[in-house]
């Protein structure tokens, strides 16, 4: 059992098997792995980055980028990629073996790609937990990988240290195109594809609407790429580790971020007692009785 302290000693030194183990564990036993979470103490050093953007933006040319410029430097590295079971995502995991392929076998990258599980543009339903494990581990960073659409993006940054937004200069200096919150949940901003002619104007115009939405604390940074040549990547890693210097004394920040990951457990808590097809089930009694009300319906499971 993962629960062993020989085995959270392994998981501490950076033991590839026993990690996974310990994440199949977490995403498959959600009653047991409580009292296994609980054992595990965050590794203070260990920078969770979260990079979203719209499909094809560039993320996991980025992510190869990020992960050749974390080994140079000696240091370890964790990537989380989600599988491609949203329609949305199709065909991302190959690409992704490829462009991560140099790395696969690398003694400091640990690569684990997941399933979205049906959680239409969600993250992985056990991601928290999931990240709980690998900062447990001896990781410098853990890189989640997340498609920008419908629900993931704003949950990574509810999870993430650093939440970096890949945009594209498409649309060419149009930066009201961006999608909405997105503004919100940006530490720093990538315009990857710099190689594209509009790239500079959009720069521009994205760097004048973050600074005038700046606070005291942090400017969110618009930074130029061309992920599949390795350009500005030095850079991006600058801005990480800097944005991660200041989050992590930023007490408002720390308040929000474990506020939402209880709450997130919490809920996973509450909703343990509930399944689909006790759910099912009552409707089906309900509409039985010809009652179509979805409150009245939830008043009457709920007084059971
Ligand atoms: N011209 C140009 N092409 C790039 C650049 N970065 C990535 N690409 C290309 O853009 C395509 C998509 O790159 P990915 O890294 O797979 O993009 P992604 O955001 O991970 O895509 P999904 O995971 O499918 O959402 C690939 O063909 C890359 O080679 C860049 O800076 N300039
Ligand atoms: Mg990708």
Redesign the pocket.
């Known amino acids: 059992l993962p629960t062993n302290e020989k085995n959270i000693e392994k998981l501490q030194e950076g033991h590839f098997q026993t990690i996974a183990k310990c994440i199949s564990y977490v995403e498959n036993e959600m009653e047991e792995s409580a009292s296994f979470l609980e054992q595990l103490k965050a590794n203070i050093k260990t920078k969770c980055i979260g990079i979203t953007?719209?499909?094809?933006?560039?993320?996991?040319?980025?992510v190869n980028a990020l992960l050749q410029k974390i080994t140079d430097k000696n240091q370890k590295v964790a990537v989380l990629s989600v599988d491609p079971s949203s329609p949305f995502?199709f065909?991302?995991l190959l690409?992704?073996r490829i462009?991560m392929a140099d790395f696969y076998l690398h003694p400091n990258v640990y690569i684990r790609s997941l399933a979205s599980r049906g959680a239409l543009g969600g993250l992985h339903p056990r991601m928290v937990e999931i990240v709980e494990v690998l900062k447990a581990s001896w990781f410098d960073y853990v890189i989640i990988?997340t498609?920008g659409v419908g629900q993931s993006e704003v949950d990574v940054a509810g999870i993430a240290d650093t939440t970096v937004v890949?945009v594209v200069p498409e649309g060419g200096d149009e930066v009201q195109t961006l999608k909405a919150g997105v503004m919100e949940i940006a530490d720093v901003f990538v315009v990857?594809?710099?190689?594209?002619p509009t790239a500079a104007t959009f720069v521009k115009n994205l760097g004048a609407l973050s600074h005038s939405k700046a606070n005291a604390i942090w400017e969110i940074p618009v930074l130029k790429?061309?992920?599949?040549?390795q350009v500005g990547v030095d850079e991006l890693l600058l801005a990480i580790d800097a944005h991660h210097e200041i989050s992590i004394h930023n007490m408002d920040r720390k308040q929000w971020m474990l506020a939402e990951k209880v709450w997130k457990i919490l809920q996973a808590n509450v909703m343990q007692a509930y399944s689909k097809s006790q759910v099912l089930q009552l409707v089906k009694q309900g509409l039985q009785n010809g009652e179509e009300n979805a409150y009245i319906l939830v008043k009457n499971f709920l007084n059971k």
């Not at 953007?53 to 980025?62: C, D």
């Open positions: 953007g719209a499909p094809g933006a560039g993320k996991s040319t980025l995502n065909g991302a690409g992704d462009r990988e498609v890949v990857n594809k710099a190689d594209r790429t061309i992920a599949s040549q």
